[in-house]
C-alpha cells in the first residue's frame, strides 16, 4: 500500500507537466498565428530558435541537479521551489501586452525563454527521481503505468477543457487555471518522497567529462534517437491539430454530431479527447505485453501501430472519418507514454556500472529532455516552410487547397516518418532484449 501510495503521488508531477507541455504545444502557436494574426513564418522560425535553447539549456539544468547538495537532495529543492513560479510563467505566455506584430513577436520569444527556463529547471529535477523512486524493472513498469494514467487525465484536460476555455472564457483565464494545476501538481508529487544521500566519496565531474561518458553510451545513442522521433509526433499532433480541424476537416462553425451541437473547439476535445481518455485502459493492456516482449521488441510494435491512423488522419475530410484515424492511433500513442521511462532508466543503471556505480540521472535526463526539443525546432521549421510553401494566410478563415493539403502532410506524412525512425533506432538498441521479470 505504501509502495501505491507513493506511486501515486509521484505521479502527480507527470500530471503538472503533462498539462504545462501540452496545453503549450496544442494552444500556443494557434494563439500567436491564428488568433493574433502573427505570420506563421515568424512564429514557426522563433519555434525553432526556442528548440534549439532547449538543446542547450536542459543539459545544463540535469548538470546543475546532479552537483546539488542539500539536505532536502539534490533534486526536491527545484522541485519545490520551482513549481508556482512555472505555474505563474505559464499564465504569463497568454498575456502580450498589445497587438503589434512585432511587441508580439518579442513578447513571444522572451516569455518562450523564462517559462522553458523554468520549465527545465522543475520537470528534468522531477524526472531525474524516477529510477530512486522506482528501483526494480517491475516497479518502473508500474510506476510509468502510474504516471501515464495521470498523464492521461492531465491530456483530458489539455485537449478537451482547455480548448473549451479558451473560446468560452478566454486564454487569459485558461492559463490562470491550468497555472494552478501544474503548480499543485507538482507540489503533491513530493510529498514522500527522500532523496537516498550522495555518497562522500562520489565525485563530480565536469560538463565536459559527463557528456563525453553521456554520448559515449550507444544504448542512450539509440535511445535518443527514438525518443526525438517520439517526441516530433507529440508536438505535430498536438501543434497541427486546431489547423487540421479547423481547414482540413472543414469544422469552423459549429456542427452537429449524433444530435449535439460542437463547436469548433468542443469537435477538438472530441477528436483528442476520446483516444486519449481510451489511452487509459490501453495502459494496462500494454503492461503485461511490454513484460512478455521486453522493451525493445514491445516500443517498435507500438511505433508501427501508430501507422493506419495516421494515414486516415491524412485523407480525412470531416469530423467521423477524423475521428476515425485518431481512435486508431490509441495503442501506438500508448506505447509513445509508457516506453520512454523505463528505457531511459536501463540506460542510466547500465552507464553507473560501467562508471564505478557514479549515477548520473540528471544530466541523462537533461540531455534527453534538451536533445528530444529539437523535434520543436524540426516541427517550427517544417511548419514554416511548409505552411509557406503552400500559401497559409495568418488570420484566415479560408485557405487554398494547397495550404490545406500542406495542413494534411504536417499531421499525417511526417509524424509517419517518425515512427519508422523509432522502429529502426529501436532495432539497432543494444539493451531491453529480455522479458521482465516479476
Known amino acids: 500500500m505504501k509502495r501505491i501510495t507513493k506511486f501515486i503521488s509521484y505521479a502527480f508531477g507527470n500530471f503538472a507537466n503533462t498539462i504545462a507541455y501540452e496545453v503549450f504545444q496544442n494552444?500556443?502557436?494557434?494563439?500567436?498565428?491564428?488568433?493574433?494574426?502573427?505570420?506563421?513564418?515568424?512564429?514557426?522560425?522563433?519555434?525553432?530558435?526556442?528548440?534549439?535553447?532547449?538543446a542547450i539549456n536542459d543539459p545544463l539544468m540535469g548538470q546543475l541537479s546532479d552537483r546539488t547538495r542539500s539536505k532536502f537532495g539534490r533534486?526536491?529543492?527545484?522541485?519545490?521551489?520551482?513549481?508556482?513560479?512555472?505555474?505563474?510563467?505559464?499564465?504569463?505566455?497568454?498575456?502580450?501586452?498589445?497587438?503589434?506584430?512585432?511587441v508580439l513577436a518579442a513578447y513571444f520569444l522572451i516569455i518562450l525563454f523564462v517559462f522553458d527556463t523554468l520549465y527545465s529547471l522543475t520537470?528534468?529535477?522531477?524526472?531525474?527521481?524516477?529510477?530512486?523512486?522506482?528501483?526494480?524493472?517491475?516497479?518502473?513498469?508500474?510506476?510509468?503505468?502510474?504516471?501515464?494514467?495521470?498523464?492521461?487525465?492531465?491530456?483530458?484536460?489539455?485537449?478537451?477543457?482547455?480548448?473549451?476555455?479558451?473560446?468560452?472564457?478566454?486564454?487569459?483565464?485558461?492559463?490562470?487555471?491550468?497555472?494552478?494545476?501544474?503548480?499543485?501538481?507538482?507540489?503533491i508529487s513530493m510529498l514522500g518522497v527522500k532523496e537516498k544521500p550522495v555518497p562522500e566519496n562520489e565525485e563530480?565531474?565536469?560538463?565536459?567529462?559527463?557528456?563525453?561518458?553521456?554520448?559515449?553510451?550507444?544504448?542512450?545513442?539509440?535511445?535518443?534517437?527514438?525518443?526525438?522521433?517520439k517526441e516530433y509526433i507529440w508536438v505535430a499532433l498536438a501543434g497541427q491539430l486546431p489547423f487540421w480541424r479547423k481547414y482540413a476537416l472543414g469544422i469552423q462553425a459549429p456542427i452537429e454530431v449524433l444530435g449535439m451541437k460542437l463547436g469548433g473547439g468542443d469537435a477538438e476535445a472530441v477528436l483528442l479527447g476520446l483516444p486519449i481518455l481510451l489511452c487509459i485502459p490501453m495502459l494496462l493492456l500494454w503492461r503485461p505485453l511490454v513484460a512478455r516482449l521486453g522493451y525493445r521488441k514491445a516500443w517498435i510494435a507500438g511505433a508501427l501501430a501508430l501507422i493506419p491512423g495516421l494515414l486516415a488522419m491524412t485523407f480525412a475530410k470531416d469530423f467521423y472519418t477524423g475521428l476515425l484515424g485518431t481512435l486508431l492511433i490509441?495503442?501506438?500513442?500508448?506505447?509513445?507514454?509508457?516506453?520512454?521511462?523505463?528505457?531511459?532508466?536501463?540506460?542510466?543503471?547500465?552507464?553507473?556500472?560501467?562508471?564505478?556505480?557514479?549515477?548520473?540521472?540528471?544530466?541523462?535526463?537533461?540531455?534527453?529532455?534538451?536533445?528530444?526539443?529539437?523535434?520543436?525546432?524540426?516541427?517550427?521549421?517544417?511548419?514554416?516552410?511548409v505552411m509557406g510553401m503552400t500559401g497559409f494566410v495568418s488570420g484566415s478563415d479560408v485557405q487554398p487547397e494547397s495550404a490545406i493539403w500542406g495542413a494534411r502532410f504536417l499531421i499525417g506524412i511526417m509524424p509517419l516518418i517518425a515512427c519508422l525512425c523509432i522502429a529502426f533506432c529501436m532495432w539497432r538498441y543494444p539493451l531491453g532484449r529480455e522479458p521482465i521479470k516479476s
Open 27 to 54: 494552444r500556443i502557436k494557434f494563439y500567436y498565428v491564428d488568433v493574433l494574426g502573427v505570420s506563421s513564418a515568424v512564429i514557426g522560425t522563433l519555434w525553432a530558435i526556442y528548440g534549439l535553447w532547449n
Open 75 to 102: 533534486r526536491v529543492p527545484y522541485v519545490l521551489y520551482g513549481a508556482i513560479p512555472l505555474g505563474l510563467s505559464f499564465f504569463l505566455l497568454w498575456t502580450p501586452p498589445n497587438h503589434s506584430p512585432f
Open 123 to 187: 520537470y528534468i529535477a522531477y524526472n531525474a527521481l524516477f529510477p530512486e523512486v522506482a528501483p526494480t524493472p517491475r516497479d518502473r513498469v508500474d510506476l510509468s503505468v502510474t504516471r501515464e494514467v495521470l498523464g492521461a487525465f492531465a491530456l483530458l484536460l489539455a485537449f478537451i477543457l482547455a480548448p473549451i476555455l479558451a473560446e468560452s472564457v478566454g486564454y487569459l483565464t485558461m492559463g490562470a487555471i491550468m497555472g494552478v494545476l501544474i503548480a499543485a501538481g507538482y507540489l
Open 204 to 229: 563530480g565531474m565536469s560538463l565536459g567529462a559527463s557528456l563525453r561518458a553521456v554520448f559515449g553510451s550507444r544504448p542512450f545513442r539509440w535511445f535518443l534517437g527514438a525518443n526525438i522521433a
Open 330 to 385: 490509441v495503442p501506438g500513442l500508448t506505447s509513445t507514454l509508457l516506453m520512454p521511462f523505463p528505457i531511459i532508466s536501463e540506460v542510466i543503471d547500465e552507464d553507473a556500472k560501467r562508471h564505478n556505480g557514479v549515477s548520473r540521472e540528471g544530466l541523462f535526463f537533461g540531455m534527453n529532455g534538451g536533445l528530444t526539443k529539437i523535434a520543436f525546432s524540426f516541427e517550427g521549421i517544417f511548419f514554416a516552410f
